[in-house]
């Protein structure tokens, strides 16, 4: 029986001692929070912020060392079989049988929770109606796209009907498609069945879908109530500001972060969304001008991600231009300001196949000498398939691919000493210390010596790790491990830098600093190919290329983009809606044109 509040946290502190390390981490301090019946509830907050370390005291899975936990009137701490019973709980690595089909993943998990049989049939039928599964019951759950597995994972999470169901970052790795799609599915749920949900997540779109927001940082509330309420703590802080023709909006972006009174700023739509300090704003904010130069700012409603960096910024104060400035001068030799019209990748008639599938089907483009280039596209679009062939990591069934002058074809080996690679997960030695990393990596790219010593200082200096030299990198917060793989990419000065998803799961606060850095490096002349399912950042991309079942859907600036998806002055766009605008448009044109074939 649903009482009003689903789960009640009162007090709640958890510690962990990490022995290897010799420390004690605080991942919950004195946290506070309700979360109401047939209702969603966000959890926001930056990287380690104890995220899921709260969804896993709600779910019975550790004991609270201090304060109550409450989880439909049962206390977690002396009954959590009889909590696990009646709840779901999806944890961001949810483990689906790849060699297992769709059906046989579902009636696993059905056994496993204990479903009759008699009661899996018209539940089956439900979830497959509501994840678009149905015509896949029969395929391998590893031969899924990301999104469709994620929306696999959703449904095994509720093969029983739970009374309260517990998400930890359910659209990480998600395009935008695929996320809009799961949280109609959430929202059809507690509509529907009048589900509690509890979810943790990094886009700040999702969480003003939610009833209630609490904000996280170093395991305390920093903030909590409806997404408005937060909202509104940035009225009349924040602007928006057009750049000149002849600046990319990821440079002006760069000069509003770098000053003091800037709360948060960010690429949006062609425009520079940007929020001040209260105080400043109060006073008439004297230095916006010499900040915007000739342009004019214009004031805007707040969002909820306004509110958001505003809470965040007030415990977190992050120096990015200091972080920018190591970067320009540590990244490679090359002077400043050195995007050029020299191609530096060259990709014609480019195509993949795995037997009678075609992943990239001729695809074309072209990349120059300090550009920062986005490819984009849904799960399984060919994207990532592309960008594997770019790096050299996978050979090309036919086509022409050169990279750094090199025919990748013939001499993959000599490309890859003029590149950096950073992947979506983390890729480096868990056992290995952060120093022992870099000596490693740094050896593979033909370093040693004085030349490596001084590298590994650089690149420590660059990415703050100068402190972390000796810890253990398995053991690290998971916005370090991004550094290090970024320290460890960029220790041979590479020409070009790959990066795969590179902010998959970060906060809004993260994503800032890290696009801070890459727009350092790209002005010092490094060429930045990056693949991302934050379509904001595709605003930082001087081009993108959008991909969809292997072909090129479209291709140009962010502004050529939006126009493309039907863009005017009186309907403008952002970026996300650009994308959805042209993968659907294309889709819908497929389905025409294979009706009409039949």
Request: charged share 25%; hydrophobic share 40%.
């Amino acid at each position: 029986m649903n009482t009003p509040v689903a789960l009640v946290a009162q007090g709640v502190g958890k510690r962990f001692v990490i022995k290897k390390a010799g420390r004690t981490v605080v991942a919950l301090d004195d946290v506070s929070i309700e979360v109401k019946s047939a209702a969603l509830t966000a959890l926001v907050g930056p990287d380690g912020a104890g995220k899921t370390t709260l969804l896993r005291l709600a779910a019975g899975l550790m004991v609270a060392d201090t304060g109550t936990m409450t989880v439909l009137g049962i206390d977690a701490a002396t009954d959590p079989q009889a909590i696990q019973n009646r709840i779901s709980y999806m944890p961001q690595r949810f483990g689906l049988y790849d060699d297992l089909s769709v059906q046989e993943n579902l009636d696993l998990y059905a056994d496993l929770h204990g479903v009759p049989q008699d009661v899996r049939g018209k539940r089956y039928q439900r979830l497959m109606e509501m994840t678009d599964l149905g015509r896949f019951t029969s395929r391998p759950a590893g031969k899924l796209s990301g999104g469709m597995k994620q929306k696999l994972g959703l449904a095994c999470t509720l093969v029983r009907s739970p009374e309260l169901l517990l998400l930890d970052e359910p659209t990480v790795g998600v395009d935008p498609l695929s996320r809009r799609e799961l949280w109609e599915i959430l929202e059809q749920l507690v509509g529907e069945e009048n589900l509690s949900v509890l979810v943790s997540t990094s886009y700040m779109d999702e969480a003003a879908r939610c009833a209630h927001v609490a904000i996280l940082h170093d395991g305390k509330v920093l903030a909590q109530g409806t997404p408005e309420s937060i909202r509104d703590t940035a009225e009349d802080l924040c602007f928006a500001v057009t750049p000149p023709a002849d600046e990319a909006p990821r440079h002006l972006q760069a000069r509003l972060l770098d000053d003091d009174d800037t709360v948060d700023a960010v690429p949006r739509g062609g425009k520079v969304h940007f929020v001040r300090t209260r105080a400043t704003v109060e006073q008439g904010d004297p230095d916006l001008a010499r900040v915007l130069g000739a342009s004019r700012a214009e004031p805007m409603p707040p969002t909820l991600e306004d509110g958001f960096m505003l809470a965040l910024r007030s415990k977190v104060q992050r120096d990015l231009s200091s972080a920018a400035a190591v970067a320009t001068s540590t990244s490679t030799s090359k002077p400043a300001s050195a995007k050029t019209d020299q191609s530096v990748i060259e990709v014609k008639d480019l195509v993949r196949t795995f037997g009678d599938f075609t992943a990239v089907d001729r695809t074309s483009f072209s990349v120059s000498r300090g550009e920062i280039f986005g490819l984009l596209g849904p799960n399984g679009a060919g994207k990532t398939t592309t960008f594997r062939m770019l790096c050299g990591l996978l050979p090309a069934s036919s086509g022409t691919l050169r990279v750094a002058g090199h025919d990748l074809r013939k001499a993959r080996a000599h490309a890859r000493q003029q590149i950096g690679y950073v992947s979506q997960k983390f890729a480096l030695y868990g056992n290995l210390t952060v120093d022992e990393n870099l000596t490693f990596f740094g050896g593979a790219y033909g370093l040693s010596g004085t030349r490596l010593r001084e590298r590994m200082a650089a690149v420590k200096s660059q990415f703050e790790l100068d402190d972390a030299g000796h810890a253990q990198a398995g053991l690290l917060p998971g916005g370090f491990k991004q550094r290090l793989a970024m320290a460890t990419g960029l220790l041979h000065a590479p020409d070009i830098l790959f990066l795969d998803e590179p902010t998959s799961g970060a906060d809004p606060l993260a994503r800032r600093e890290f696009w801070r850095r890459i727009t350092a490096l790209a002005e010092a002349g490094t060429t930045v190919v990056i693949t991302t399912h934050f379509m904001e950042e595709a605003e930082y991309c001087d081009r993108v290329v959008i991909q969809d079942a292997g072909k090129v859907l479209a291709l140009g600036t962010p502004a050529e983009i939006r126009r493309q998806a039907g863009e005017t002055d009186a309907r403008t766009f952002d970026m996300e809606q650009a994308f959805i605008g042209i993968v659907e448009q294309n889709r819908k044109a497929s389905r025409g044109g294979a009706r009409e074939a039949a």
